[in-house]
């Protein structure tokens, strides 16, 4: 009889191998008729179970393994792969681990490991894992794919750009490092690039649908809303109920007005992942609408749970207070909000000995380039306009007034000034800022000149074009330089409304201020001492605009920023709410509407909770 099961299961595997996967599930499903505790049949169909799919049966099938033989260390490399396929990481995690304890020299586990490390949040342990894959096979061109998006998601661009590059001269075909070259490029603000790896992506795998939904996010960071849609759909037609898909497809629906698809697709998300807590995030903060008791319910049932990774319920956190902040339960609220930014904040912490070394250092350089060359060193075009402050100033609704008027195009939020100050390098070999005053008047109209290169036609056929990345505070001396003739509106508003309105939400980790009050107040002291260094460099360049005074008289604000650009006055940007266009910003939902004041003293239900902030803004006067 054991000779004949023998003979079954080498049947049943040789099936598999061929791709025959009835016939072999049929033959080790014989075999285990015959002996129900066969491991070889258990583990066997397992796997069978893993690449078909069916990860609930192949954790009971390999289960059943582990009770024969726990020590055996394909069966927890198997069951840890039916666990990562059940979103289940930690446990995949467990096996994985428990895996390499028993045999530390099989790299396909080392690179598991690393793969659902990432998966909950753990990318710099990732990377050790992948590294120990590599050093026992270096021509592994997955795990050089792989360790390259760790690397990408610590910021750090150049050794994953290395890493993706061995990866692709390993294995040119590789559709799996397209797609992560082209994150790596999205993370740097370079569309064009990555757009082409995504597109390379999907032409080698036309099924891979995370590739699909990673161009949509790059088209509609390109302003083209239309392409991100139709690529959406691909990607929803292969999967329908793909939660990532359905988030992006809410997401974009919010930056183009439209809150009901974004209400659907979110619920849909939710749906089909109830523990995708981002998803109930975007769902709870869409303005003008009150979440539902279930919506509710469901956050705090998943609150509960103690198997979140941080960034989960950091996301979670934000959604509750929101929620609790529609019920008036302002100190439940806020207890939600502390404990979400404490995540942030531990992740990300703030140094305020290095944010002024680093003002400071800007703008002592730009008054250096400014001794040395005078302001007009650059190129003249009166076409840019900067519409910069503090994150959530006023700068959205200030540059959807603009683009309002016929003679201005609204750009959105770009990198463009960013890059400008990291092409300096390359030009003298020394790092920003302290490279500014290296630069020769020739090279600060190349920089202006390549800035504007930046804009698509279309755009750079209106009067003026609108540049709103709020924060170009910072390169107000380069660009002022590099384009002499550029003009820059400065959206300010009450430092405590405005610092408490960021600490709402949950921002990027490199703003490392945002999610400490104390943090917050000290950072926004600084940027405000260094406007005004601004100013005295920029004399009549820089128009500030005060949100409070936007809210209570649209009007004479409105043909003051028009005044400041030699435009005559158009109705509609009185209708700016009514205007057409993408609007990339955490305020997309906000500029769809008519002015509100409601919001403009929020903080003040929280003023017991806000003295670390209070006592740490030193703005001696606030105009």
Not at 405 to 418: D, I, K, N, Q, R
């Amino acid at each position: 009889m054991r000779d004949e099961l023998l003979q079954m299961l080498e049947l049943g595997y040789q099936a598999q191998q061929s791709g025959d996967l009835g016939r072999a599930e049929e033959a080790y499903l014989q075999v285990l008729e015959e002996d129900s505790h066969n491991i070889h049949a258990l583990n066997l169909m397992g796997m069978l179970c893993v690449n078909a799919f069916r990860s609930v049966e192949a954790v009971d099938y390999i289960s059943r393994a582990l009770q024969q033989v726990p020590d055996n260390p394909q069966s927890h490399t198997n069951i840890g792969l039916a666990y990562k396929d059940q979103g289940n990481a930690e446990k995949a995690a467990q096996h994985f681990n428990e895996s390499i304890r028993i045999d530390p020299g099989n790299p396909d586990v080392h690179n598991n490991l690393g793969n659902v490390l990432r998966a909950i949040d753990k990318p710099k342990q990732a990377i050790r894992s992948y590294e120990k894959a590599l050093q026992l096979h270096r021509d592994f061109a997955e795990c050089w794919s792989n360790l390259a998006a760790a690397l990408n998601e610590t910021d750090q661009q150049k050794p994953a750009l290395k890493a993706v590059g061995r990866a692709l001269e390993l294995a040119p075909d590789l559709a799996q490092a397209y797609n992560n070259r082209g994150d790596i490029y999205l993370s740097e603000a370079r569309y064009e690039d990555a757009l082409a790896d995504y597109k390379k992506a999907t032409a080698l795998s036309p099924t891979y649908v995370a590739a699909l939904i990673n161009m949509a996010r790059v088209q509609r960071d390109m302003d083209l809303p239309d392409d991100a849609e139709e690529t959406l759909q691909q990607a929803l037609d292969l999967e329908p109920d793909n939660p990532e898909a359905l988030l992006v497809q809410g997401v974009l629906c919010e930056q183009m007005g439209d809150r009901a698809g974004a209400v659907t697709s979110f619920k849909a998300a939710i749906e089909a992942t109830p523990e995708m807590t981002v998803a109930h995030y975007y769902l709870s903060q869409i303005r003008g609408r009150q979440g539902t008791d279930a919506e509710f319910d469901a956050m705090r049932a998943l609150n509960e749970r103690t198997d979140l990774n941080d960034n989960s319920r950091m996301y979670l956190g934000f959604g509750l207070y929101r929620a609790h902040e529609q019920r008036e339960e302002y100190d439940e609220a806020f207890r939600n909000l502390a404990a979400a930014n404490r995540i942030k904040a531990e992740n990300t912490p703030y140094d305020d000995e290095e944010t002024a070394h680093y003002i400071e250092s800007i703008v002592e350089s730009a008054r250096s380039s400014i001794q040395r060359l005078g302001a007009r060193p650059g190129f003249a075009d009166s076409r840019p306009v900067f519409v910069l402050g503090m994150p959530r100033s006023g700068t959205s609704l200030t540059e959807q007034i603009l683009a309002s008027h016929t003679a201005v195009a609204g750009a959105g939020e770009l990198s463009f000034a960013y890059d400008t100050a990291h092409t300096v390098r390359g030009l003298v070999h020394e790092k920003f800022p302290d490279n500014m005053k290296l630069l020769t008047a020739e090279q600060y109209a190349e920089l202006g000149e390549s800035y504007l290169a930046r804009h698509s036609e279309e755009n750079l056929a209106a009067q003026y074009v609108v540049d709103k990345t709020p924060l170009n505070f910072q390169y107000i001396g380069l660009l002022g330089l590099a384009l002499p003739d550029a003009r820059f509106v400065h959206c300010h508003r009450d430092p405590i409304a405005n610092c408490f309105s960021i600490h709402r939400m949950p921002f990027d980790e490199k703003q490392t201020y945002a999610h400490s009050l104390e943090a917050l107040g000290k950072y926004y002291t600084r940027y405000w001492r260094f406007m005004q260094s601004w100013h005295e460099m920029f004399p009549g360049r820089i128009l500030d605009m005060k949100y409070e005074d936007t809210v209570a008289d649209i009007e004479t604000q409105s043909r003051r920023m028009l005044e400041f650009l030699d435009l005559p006055f158009e109705e509609e940007v009185l209708e700016y709410h009514k205007t057409k266009r993408l609007v990339k910003t955490p305020s997309a939902s906000q500029v769809r509407q008519p002015i509100y004041k409601d919001r403009i003293a929020a903080w003040k239900k929280y003023e017991n909770y806000l003295r670390p902030l209070i006592d740490n803004i030193k703005v001696s006067e606030y105009e």
